[in-house]
């Protein structure tokens, strides 16, 4: 039996360690990096072309890079199917997988080396990303941070990614 990602989750892993041997970690980025992040979109693309919204048209989210080398991260679609009223240990198994599926959560230590920052997954709602490293390009958009997933292929041979966009949060 395959599992199959969360559909929101991007890839389930790139490389199973990290960045390569002799790669240090990047000195001038680290403190553009580390603070509070709150998600501003979040959009999948096949080729160059936005093909939709994993997490809904107005997704949340925070992320954190911690100066000890930590970071989290928890994203959720706003409108996330729930009965009012209703405790989530109380819910039905169908349920609680309906309100999961709009929700990504992790937690473990980072890497940024050469453009790319690597999150050596410690916690994840998601169970094949615990023990994994998961591999997003850095790039900046005047103040913001924009976080990629590397490209992977479709079945019909055509290139998917993930683009999250990011502003510092408090300011």
Known sequence: MTHQPHPAAGPALSSPSGPADGC??????????HGTWTLVDYTR??????????????????????RDGRVCAFLMRRERPWTSGRSFTDATDEERGAAALGFVGYAGRFVLCDGLVFHHV???????HVGAVLVRRVSWSGPRLVLETEGRRTRSGRTLTDRLEWARSGG
């Open 24 to 33: 240090a970690q990047e000195q001038d980025a680290p403190g553009r990096l």
């Open 45 to 66: 693309w096949v080729d160059a072309e936005v093909i939709g919204r994993p997490l809904g048209p107005d997704p949340v989210g925070q992320l954190v890079y911690q």
């Open 122 to 128: 410690e916690m994840s709602l998601y169970v094949e």
